[in-house]
């Protein structure tokens, strides 16, 4: 995947600067994962993904002219494999979902914290430059200030929140004691084409657009006056690439990612059913460890990284419809 929207976006990273650049992206064969092997490969890097498709879709892996190593970030010789020669690590892969977490927390921490400890690691003793890693809005847990600006916290509220502020807190000291450089972008509720829709832990965007398409009832937990600010998976991108190829003053610490606007969910439904029609939605108990609202501050990201988000959520959902569409047999021509 290549826009001139990107390119706008990327900032410091221009497309041309990755001409040849030894660049790894775990998880690579996951949703923000595999546009962003698609932005690399179209941009003139020398990409690895290392993926164990346990969430990762091979169908994804829609670019030519990359090396795939199919491997675990829990084991050391597959993350070893992977860092070897590498330049530059955007490190996306994780279990993703507050949902999952809850019922599973042990294997949640174990893939995201100790795998993510053991990459570090193996991109130490390789020599990587520069690490870009995937965080989370989750992080801001019980904190009720809005909007969320880095460095004011509260406590997490899911094994998942809490595996991503030890991501963070694992960078750091890495940076520390290892003088590694390392950025964090804490998306905010990413969304776009090739997000799963099924499955229990299925983000809120592909499961409206699936349920409404297929003429069911799409779910709401809780009244609906959540609050969300979403990202456009373009947006999540650039971001990535604004982060690695951002000065020397940027480097130690996370970055709020976001589109920078707060959307309820009530107002998020009515948007998808404008656009593929189905049935009024349908309320249901509110789910533990999900958070009230949620809105970035992009100060620092747009000052430190030059970001600054492209696409709006009415456009994002509109370039996102037809994604959904094509995969359910129910829905209208």
Partial sequence: MESARTEAASGR?????????????????????????????????????????AT??????????????????????????AVAGRQVVFHQAALG???????????????????????????RDAGVERIVYASSSSVYGDHPGLPKVEGVEGKPLSPYALSKVMNEELAETFGRCFELRFIGLRYFNVY?????????????????????????APVIYGDGEQSRDFTFIDDAVAANLCAAGAPEEAWGRAYNVSGGREVTVNRLVELVRDLAGGPEPEYQQP??????ASLADLSASRRLLGYDPQVVLEEGLQRTRAYYRQLSPASSP
């Fill in 13 to 53: 990273a221009a497309a041309g600067d990755w001409q040849g650049v030894p660049v790894l992206v775990t998880g690579g064969a996951g949703f923000i994962g595999s546009h962003l092997v698609d932005a690399l490969v179209n941009a003139g890097a020398d990409v690895r993904v290392l993926d164990n498709f």
């Fill in 56 to 81: 990762g879709r091979r169908e994804n892996l829609r670019a030519d002219g990359f090396e795939l190593v199919e491997g675990d970030l829990r084991r050391a010789e597959d993350c070893r494999a």
């Fill in 97 to 123: 979902s507050v949902p999952r977490s809850m019922a599973d927390p042990a294997t949640s921490l174990e893939v995201n914290v100790a795998g993510t400890a053991r990459l570090f690691a193996e991109a």
């Fill in 192 to 216: 776009g084409p090739r997000q799963n829709p099924h499955g229990a832990y299925a983000a809120v965007i592909p499961r409206f657009f699936s349920a409404c398409y297929a003429g069911e």
């Fill in 287 to 292: 789910r533990p460890g999900d958070v009230r």
